[in-house]
């Protein structure tokens, strides 16, 4: 299953150039299991919709506005019936230790890192969490191989730069190692079923009422008080990088939620009232309205003076049609 050459082991490469890093990455492993499956469909199946509006995290901007679900990994692989939970290591060699057995096991590994220390990304800025995937490793040289979303071939990242990217204590993102493989993964027989079942999960997740930065309670939060947004010592960071996380840091477009109006539209194979409720067209006019929310925040933090005052209207409108979407869901489904 693996080529050999004295002390470098490369697993067969599967890797179609994607939007986001996670689905990209679990599209990756499943092809290397036998499945094809498109990139929106392994979002979709991720319950990868979220939105996430925290303050008072060190080495961030003053807010930190996310549209991305926590555990897309995790939900992907329980939905298909696989047990889950990401391997820590307290020590980095053993980190890579770990990453040289499962490669020797013929397993690909996905890993979360900073992208901050992968040479490749040349960042000046910290982002963690960030999904790639090691294929191989070169004992000689002390490298290892990886695919990265919209990257076409396999890239070289040293020990070295992989055991600080791996570690990464920022926010809500505990990097110790962080790496998960399996080595069996069969398509699920009930896939309408699965289907169903994430797409209500992730919307109770977004209108669940016990989390007050997460969700619709989010946004209300934002809503509330945007207006401080001009106070920040930041704001112009705080607008450029929620405009990028937005629209560019591998969304797909549209805060994600243009990737999910395709995975909406195929999931209409398995689940028809989708197409017939025109709930993908609505989730695309979601992703729309995210997108001009993104736009505006470019437009500000462009401008000397801090001025949100435009921003309130569209976080109104987008607020409204994420409800509306999500109670939706729940009234057919529940």
Excluded at 249 to 276: D, P, V, W
């Amino acid at each position: 299953m693996f080529k050999k050459l004295g002390t470098k082991k490369i697993l067969p490469f599967y890797h179609i150039p994607g939007r986001h890093c996670a689905s990209t990455s679990i599209r990756d492993i499943v092809a290397y299991h036998g499945i094809s499956m498109s990139e929106p469909m392994c979002f979709g199946i991720g319950q990868g919709l979220g939105i996430w509006y925290v303050k008072g995290i060190p080495n961030a901007p003053s807010i930190l506005f996310h549209l991305r679900s926590l555990d897309l990994e995790s939900c992907f692989f329980k939905n298909f019936n696989i047990p889950f939970e990401f391997e820590q290591f307290d020590n980095p060699n053993d980190a890579i230790m770990g990453l040289i057995q499962k490669i020797n096991q013929e397993i690909p590994v996905l890993v979360q890192t900073d992208i901050y220390y992968l040479p490749y990304f040349n960042s000046s800025t910290h982002f963690p969490g960030h999904a790639i995937v090691v294929w191989g490793y070169d004992l000689k040289n002390k490298t290892f191989f990886v695919s990265d979303t919209e990257r076409s071939r396999l890239v070289e990242v040293e020990f070295s730069a992989m055991k600080k990217a791996l570690y990464f204590p920022l926010g809500f993102f505990k990097g110790k190692g962080n790496q998960f493989g399996t080595k069996y993964l069969k398509l699920p027989q009930d896939m309408d079923e699965v289907i169903k079942k994430s797409i209500v999960k992730n919307s109770l997740n977004i209108l669940d009422p016990k989390i007050p930065y997460s969700g619709i309670l989010a946004l209300d939060s934002w809503i509330s008080e945007y207006e401080a947004w001009s106070n920040f010592k930041d704001w112009q960071w705080c607008s450029r990088f929620t405009y990028q996380i937005i629209e560019k840091r591998g969304t797909g477009g549209g805060g994600f939620r243009l990737m999910y109006s395709k995975f909406l539209r195929e999931a209409s194979h398995y689940l028809n009232i989708l197409k017939t409720r025109g709930l993908p067209d609505l989730m695309k006019q979601i992703g729309f309205k995210w997108r001009e929310i993104a736009y505006c925040l470019k437009d500000i933090s462009e401008k000397d003076i801090p001025d949100f005052r435009p921003l309130a209207p569209l976080l109104k409108k987008v607020r409204n049609i994420e409800y509306q979407y999500h109670s939706t869901i729940i009234d057919l489904f529940l």
